[in-house]
């Protein structure tokens, strides 16, 4: 089991940036793949981003590909998401995800965070 908190959300303009972070505890962090989720009021929950256990791949909703960027630092046992160029659009809850395996590509994650939200204002 993965235990997993986030940090770093909050009130930011437009065209802003903001910087979460995931601090994960249990498993050993580089065993497994980690993923940012979000969902926004009345709408499901998507997969913004994800990285690899060995940072060897990662993934990019195309609406947030060029202004977002994950990272994960294994000796920290934390995974980052930098958002940049932030838009009203990207109002949300995000939650940090741990998948059971290396890849994010195999199933689903098995672990969540319990949330941190990102408000953007005009």
């Known amino acids: 089991q993965v235990q997993l908190v986030e940090s770093g959300g909050g009130l930011v303009q437009a065209g802003g940036s903001l910087k979460l972070s995931c601090a994960a505890s249990?498993?050993?962090?580089?065993?497994?793949?980690v993923a940012w989720f979000r969902q926004a009021p009345g709408k499901e929950r998507e997969r913004v981003a994800a990285v690899s256990r060995s940072i060897s791949m990662t993934y990019y909703a195309d609406s947030v590909k060029g202004r977002f960027t994950i990272s994960r630092d294994n000796a920290k046992n934390t995974v980052y998401l930098e958002m940049n160029s932030l838009k009203f659009e990207d109002t949300a809850v995000y939650y940090c995800?741990?998948?059971?395996?290396?890849?994010?590509?195999?199933?689903?994650?098995?672990?969540w965070g319990q949330g941190t939200q990102v408000t953007v204002s005009f």
């Open positions: 995800a741990a998948y059971p395996g290396a890849a994010y590509t195999l199933g689903q994650p098995d672990s």
């Open positions: 249990g498993r050993t962090f580089s065993s497994y793949a």
